[in-house]
């Protein structure tokens, strides 16, 4: 394919698509945990949770090809070893080939992931499997990184609040995790000649693995796009420009909300 040998390509061209997923996953799990108003629904944390774990677990998979002897005698052992969804365990078994660093609180962050994808994922389905599972995850690890002085809880069922202070606390984690895998991949890719780190142009991916955010938080890249479409709205009220878009955008009925 393209002057690849069979290796070279699968972590070319199958390891990149498998980025732009990753990112798709990561970038869709931030806004779920944006719309989280309090930890208090299966629901939003499983939705929250399940695109975190897979977006991770997927980026941790591609850092394992690159990094890992691929030859066509190994190859079904290698396939079925990734057949895993235990993120420590992945990223133990990445520390062996490179010497990538998590914090304890990030590390921790994995032992979520793999606790919520192995033991939680399809715990309602148990006739004696526990109930409210995945809240109960992420508030656990809430409560050992915050004094309970730090949570703000609702007044009247004394659930957790999802503050600006934990969506960012969140959104520094998960975007520390993901950029120190990219990075790693990247790292590959040069050291092998390959490109398995370019990014569609615009995509979730790129603005996840790319974008310049202040200690990584992936927290800013929500607030800048909120920022930015209420910026939109009031210009739109309060522009005078006359063009053919703002006639067009005039022509348009509104909804009576009144």
Known sequence: MNGFGTVEAYRNFKMGTEIDIAGIFLYDGIKDLERIVVFAYESEAFSFLYHIAVGIERLQKVLLVMLEEITEENVRNFEDSLHTHNHQQLHDRIKTKCDIKLSPREYGFLHVLST??????????????????????????????????????????????????????????????????????????????????????????????????????????????????????IYLINTQDRNAFMRFIKEIEPWNLT
């Open 116 to 233: 919520f994808y192995i033991h939680c994922r399809y715990n309602r389905y148990l006739l004696r499997g526990d109930y409210g599972a995945d809240k109960n995850l992420l508030c656990k690890f809430i409560d050992a990184h915050f004094s309970s002085d730090d949570i703000e809880r609702h007044f009247l069922t004394n659930d957790i609040m999802n503050t600006p202070q934990l969506k960012e606390f969140f959104g520094r984690i998960i975007g520390s995790i993901a950029r120190k895998y990219y990075s790693a991949i990247k790292e590959q890719a040069y050291k092998q000649n390959l490109y398995t780190y370019e990014l569609r142009s615009d995509s979730p991916a790129e603005k996840i693995f790319l974008t310049d955010f202040r200690k990584d938080s992936l927290h800013e890249q929500n607030f800048n796009e909120q920022v930015s479409l209420k910026e939109l709205l």
